[in-house]
């Protein structure tokens, strides 16, 4: 009974060890193969099986993933005839598909991993070297992954009848024979740096071109809102003219109406007298407006001649600033010369407007005086007419008249010369002349009045002596001739030439 019982437990001993020895289990990067009693060997990868003892065996093929390290070795002619040397990066596995994993068993079974990766880069080192006598090495370099294609899809074919599937094929380095590869980038480097310089002149054309579009535009704008600004102003200057004009008028014609008024009151005194004071009045309102227009007429001419001496002005500006840009140092030598040019013009023209100043003054004095020679000629006509009634006056009322009469002679003659700021004359001996013409122009009227009348003004002065010329002398040394005269406002500066 004992020995039974031995030898029941030896059995379940012997079950025991038999079944820990026939329980395999394979990891996920390891096959293991179970072949003795079976026509096709099991395979496990990643999972557990029984292996019967003394009956099937166990054997190991890796399935992990490998990096083989491929490299020329030396310089392979590319198709260019370019020696270049490539190093590589291939990564494998081998097969696990039934067809695939029958070829793999049958060539790296129980391989370690350097093993069958020294059994590996013969062939795949002479599939790089078939495509690199394929290729150019511009292109090579330039689509490094199209090359590293091209050896993995030559070299799986090979890898096939192994029973080991390529996964990848990375190009890690390549050098040449003669060192063109940084030939080549130094000369695409020079393409870039040349295309980059072109886009940056370009830019800075664009730049340019928008800079002076736009200095352009608001040099316009300026100009224009200058102009209409200059516009405004004149048409500012003529409007207060006229207003001028109107209030000059108005004065004068209520101080012809204040004096009108003041001689009807004085109607009493003497018709005559009257008349010939109004007829005066009426003379000086005529003056007064001759003179307003003449004034406005001086005025639009110069706010004219002011707006278009701006005008020009800008213009040249305009013009100066644009030929600089083009050409500084010929608008320099341009702006000179048209400077000398103005100013020599300016000064022909100076001249001239001052000669013919002159001229027009001295043609002003006398017409003036001509003028007034022929109304006293006019009067004396209606003054002979009333002789009868100036002879009940007697001599010394004439006298009066007369000398009542002389200063607002002299006036009449001496205000245009009263209105010139400057006279500038050419030549020697006008400043005389023009005084000798006044003087002419005086004594012309003064003895036109008297033939007019009839009588000789001189004579009758002389002969009025005695006492009732001595009474007189204060009211004849204010309102006489002489002392108006002397009264006159002259120029501000008469400059001879």
Not at 246 to 257: G, L
Not at 271 to 296: F, G, P, T, Y
Not at 414 to 428: E, F, H, Q, R
Request: with cysteine; glycine share 4%; aromatic share 4%.
């Amino acid at each position: 009974m004992a020995v039974k019982w031995t030898i029941l437990g030896v059995a379940i001993l012997i079950f025991i060890i038999l079944l820990f020895t026939s329980y395999v289990k394979a990891p996920p990067d390891v096959a293991y193969i179970i072949s003795g009693m079976r026509k096709q060997p099991k395979v496990l990868i990643g999972r557990a099986g029984i292996k019967i003892p003394f009956f099937e065996r166990l054997d190991k093929l890796v399935v992990r993933q490998i990096s083989i390290d491929i490299k020329t070795g030396d310089y392979v002619p590319t198709l260019d005839f370019i020696g270049v040397n490539i190093d590589a990066v291939a990564k494998v596995r081998v097969m696990t598909d039934e067809e695939g994993i029958q070829k793999a068993m049958k060539n790296f079974l129980n391989l370690k991993e350097e093993e069958i990766m020294n059994a590996l880069v013969d062939s795949l080192q002479g599939n790089m070297r078939e495509i690199i006598g394929t290729v150019n090495l511009k292109d090579l370099c330039n689509d490094r992954k199209v090359f590293g294609d091209q050896v993995q899809e030559k070299a799986q074919k090979d890898m096939n009848n192994l029973g080991i599937e390529i996964i990848s094929c990375n190009i890690q380095h390549v050098t040449d024979q003669n060192d063109l590869i940084p030939a080549l980038g130094q000369d695409n480097m020079a393409a870039i740096q040349k295309n980059a310089s072109i886009a940056k002149a370009n830019a800075d054309r664009d730049v340019a071109i928008a800079q002076a579009a736009a200095k352009k535009e608001a040099n316009d704008a300026s100009v224009k809102a200058e102009t209409e600004i200059a516009i405004k102003q004149n048409e500012l200057s003529i409007k207060k003219a006229e207003l001028k004009t109107v209030e000059d008028t108005k004065k004068a014609e209520a101080d012809a109406a204040y004096k009108i008024q003041a001689e009807e009151q004085r109607r009493s005194i003497g018709v005559s007298a009257a008349n010939a004071d109004i007829a005066r009045q009426e003379r000086e309102v005529e003056l007064k407006a001759r003179e307003a227009e003449v004034q406005e007429q001086s005025l639009n001419a110069q706010i004219r001649k002011q707006a278009d001496a701006k005008k020009y002005e800008q213009q040249q500006m305009a013009d100066v600033e644009l030929y600089k840009r083009q050409k500084d140092a010929e608008a320099k030598k341009y702006e000179a010369e048209q400077q000398a040019e103005a100013r020599k013009l300016e000064a022909d023209a100076l001249k001239y407007a001052m000669e013919q100043e002159a001229a027009g003054i001295a043609a002003k004095g006398r017409a003036e005086a001509e003028a007034i020679q022929a109304k006293a000629e006019a009067e004396a006509a209606g003054i002979d007419k009333k002789a009868e009634a100036m002879q009940k006056y007697g001599e010394a009322a004439i006298i009066e008249m007369l000398c009542k009469m002389y200063p607002q002679v002299a006036e009449a003659i001496a205000t245009p010369l009263s209105n010139i700021d400057k006279i500038t004359m050419y030549g020697s001996g006008n400043a005389a002349k023009l005084t000798e013409d006044v003087t002419t122009s005086l004594k012309q009227i003064i003895d036109g009045v008297g033939d007019s009348l009839g009588i000789n003004p001189s004579t009758m002065l002389s002969s009025f002596a005695g006492t009732k010329l001595a009474n007189m002398a204060p009211a004849a040394q204010k309102e006489s001739p002489i002392a108006t005269v002397e009264k006159i406002e002259t120029p501000n500066e008469i400059t001879t030439e």
